[in-house]
C-alpha cells in the first residue's frame, strides 16, 4: 500500500517528462492561436487524437477556418483566398491513445483580404476606417526585425531545425524549415535579414512576391558549412552533463536519508534533470 504514491509519482514524471519532450520537437507556431507575421496573419487550427492523418488535417483546417471566422466576425468566408503554410503531425502524441494522431495546420491570409472579409459583415462602416485594424494590432507580431539579437530570435521561435555557417561572408544562417523562415545572422549576432517561403514569399530586403535570386558564387567564395550535425551533438553533450550533474545532486541530497524515506529510484535525478533543461537553453 506503501508503495502506491510512490508509483504514482514516478509514472507521473515520465509522463511528464515525455510530453516536454513532444513540445520541444513542436514548431512555435503549434503554440499560437494566430499572429501577425510581416503583411499577414497566420491562424493555427489543431486537431487532437484523429484516427488517421487525412482527418486530422481536414478537423485541423476547419479549426483555422473557425478562427478566421471568429477573427472577422464573417459568417461564411466562401471564395476567400486562404493559403496552407504548414502541417505538423505528432504521430504519438503522449496524451491520446495509441494509433491516434494530432494535427496542426497553419493557414496564411493577407491583411488587406481579412480586412474585406470584414467589411462583409459590417456594410456600414466608412470605406476608410479599417473593421479590423485595431485587432490586428492586439495580435502577437512575429516578424522578425533587422537588428534582433540571437537570444531575441531564440526565445520568439526556439530551435532552428538546421544551422549554416557561411564564413567568408561571416554569417550564421537559421533555417526554421517548418515554418519556411531563413534568418541570417553576422559574426556578432546581429539579425541582418530574413525570408520566409510559402505561396507568398516575404522578406526584409524585398516584400515583392517575386523570389529573389541566389547570389552567384566567385573563386573566393567558400560552400557553405551544415552545422546541424554539430548542434545535435552538443545537444547530446548538454543533455548528457545535465543527467550526470542531477545524479551528483541526488547522491548528495539524500546521502544520510534513511533508505526507507529515499524517493523511488529515478524519480529525483528525473525532477533534477527537468529543473537543469529549463534553467539552461540547449543553445
Known amino acids: 500500500m506503501v508503495q502506491y ?3 504514482l509519482l514516478l509514472s507521473w514524471s515520465l509522463f511528464a517528462a515525455s510530453i516536454a519532450e513532444a513540445n520541444e520537437n513542436r514548431p512555435f507556431w503549434t503554440e499560437q492561436a494566430l499572429f501577425h507575421f510581416g ?22 483546417y476547419l479549426a483555422a477556418v473557425q478562427e478566421v471566422k471568429n477573427f472577422t466576425r464573417a459568417q461564411e468566408i466562401g471564395g ?27 493557414l496564411r491570409a493577407p ?26 494590432a492586439a495580435v502577437r507580431n512575429l516578424t522578425p526585425r533587422v537588428g534582433m539579437l540571437r537570444d531575441e530570435v531564440w526565445n520568439r521561435y526556439g530551435l532552428p531545425r538546421s544551422i549554416w555557417a557561411r564564413p567568408e561572408k561571416g554569417e550564421l544562417i537559421w533555417d526554421y524549415a517548418q515554418f519556411g523562415l531563413t534568418i541570417v545572422f553576422n559574426q556578432d549576432d546581429v539579425l541582418t535579414r530574413w525570408r520566409l517561403t510559402g505561396p507568398n514569399p516575404r522578406s526584409s530586403e524585398d516584400t515583392s512576391p517575386a523570389p529573389s535570386l541566389p547570389e552567384p558564387l566567385n573563386s573566393k567564395d567558400l560552400p557553405a558549412i551544415d552545422l546541424t550535425a554539430r548542434l545535435q551533438q552538443l545537444e547530446e553533450q548538454q543533455d548528457l552533463e545535465r543527467r550526470h550533474e542531477a545524479q551528483r545532486y541526488c547522491s548528495l541530497r539524500f546521502a544520510e536519508v534513511p533508505d526507507t524515506l529515499r524517493p523511488t529510484q529515478g524519480t529525483c535525478e528525473q525532477r533534477e534533470y527537468q529543473r537543469l533543461k529549463e534553467r539552461h537553453p540547449r543553445f
Do not use: Y
Not at 491583411?111 to 490586428?136: E, W
Open 111 to 136: 491583411r488587406l483580404a481579412l480586412d474585406g472579409l470584414a467589411r462583409r459583415g459590417s456594410p456600414g462602416k466608412p470605406a476608410d476606417i479599417s473593421p479590423i485594424l485595431a485587432q490586428v
Open 80 to 106: 476567400f483566398p486562404l493559403d496552407t503554410q504548414m502541417i505538423f503531425e505528432d504521430s504519438h502524441p503522449a496524451d491520446c491513445a495509441p494509433g491516434l494522431v494530432t494535427v496542426w495546420r497553419l
Open 39 to 60: 503583411e499577414d496573419v497566420f491562424f493555427t487550427g489543431r486537431a487532437s487524437c484523429a484516427p488517421n492523418v487525412e482527418e486530422g488535417r481536414q478537423r485541423a
Open 5 to 7: 504514491p510512490l508509483i
